[in-house]
T-cell receptor, first 114, second 114 residues
């Protein structure tokens, strides 16, 4: 696609429920990143994919968070048993081949846990 | 891993004045330094970047300078306009094994007043 597409744009969920966030990167971009941005805060790294493998998962906050990428394209971030502190904007970014070319960000998914 | 510090956290300037935002980084091997602009409710967008083989790069009213010895880089915006009002993030590469990602500063909220 022309840009990085994320869905849904907004998600409200009850505490304890599972959620799935989707990212569709720019076609041909091999690198895909997930970041989290809490209200008024900076960008917190979650996970990095190169192709379908995830060489860096160091930012995932707990074992409730997981992500996968299939076909070297679409990625899904899953949060199990959501907590109120998971409320944030989840941003996906893709890059042609690693960080050196800069990221293109998606518009994000605003997750609210009530 | 990389530690990126950004100052100031907020900056208010009058239209037409210049604005300067500074960042420091910790990894002397870092070789790429992008700046992102995030308007309210929008995605972060790359506005300028610099690689370690140059000391300065300009693009119209914005410029970035890099001092590798001191491990700091700065964003300069001249002749500021109201549309420059946004949050600006600096970033530097962070490595985990063979994987790399961008580590972001905490952001500077720039307000351009009339």
């Amino acid at each position: 696609g022309a840009g990085v597409s994320q869905s849904p744009s907004n998600k409200v969920t009850e505490k304890g429920k599972d959620v799935e966030l989707r990212c569709d990167p720019i076609s041909g971009h091999t690198a895909l990143y997930w970041y989290r941005q809490s209200l008024g805060q900076g960008l917190e790294f979650l996970i990095y994919f190169q192709g379908n493998s995830a060489p860096d998962k160091s930012g995932l906050p707990s074992d409730r968070f997981s992500a996968e990428r299939t076909g070297g394209s679409v990625s899904t971030l899953t949060i199990q048993r959501t907590q109120q502190e998971d409320s944030a904007v989840y941003l996906c970014a893709s890059s042609l081949q690693g960080h050196f070319y800069g990221y293109t960000f998606g518009s994000g998914t605003r997750l609210t846990v009530v | 891993g990389e530690n990126v510090e950004q100052h100031p956290s907020t900056l208010s300037v009058q239209e037409g004045d210049s604005a300067v935002i500074k960042c420091t980084y910790s990894d002397s091997a870092s070789n790429y330094f992008p700046w992102y602009k995030q308007e309210l409710g929008k995605r972060p967008q790359l506005i300028i970047d610099i690689r370690s083989n140059v000391g300065e790069k300009k693009d119209q009213r914005i410029a970035v300078t890099l001092n590798k010895t001191a491990k700091h880089f700065s964003l300069h915006i001249t002749e500021t306009q109201p549309e420059d009002s946004a949050v600006y993030f600096c970033a530097a590469p962070s490595h985990t094994g063979t994987a790399s990602k961008l580590t972001f500063g905490t952001g500077t909220r720039l307000q351009v007043t009339l």
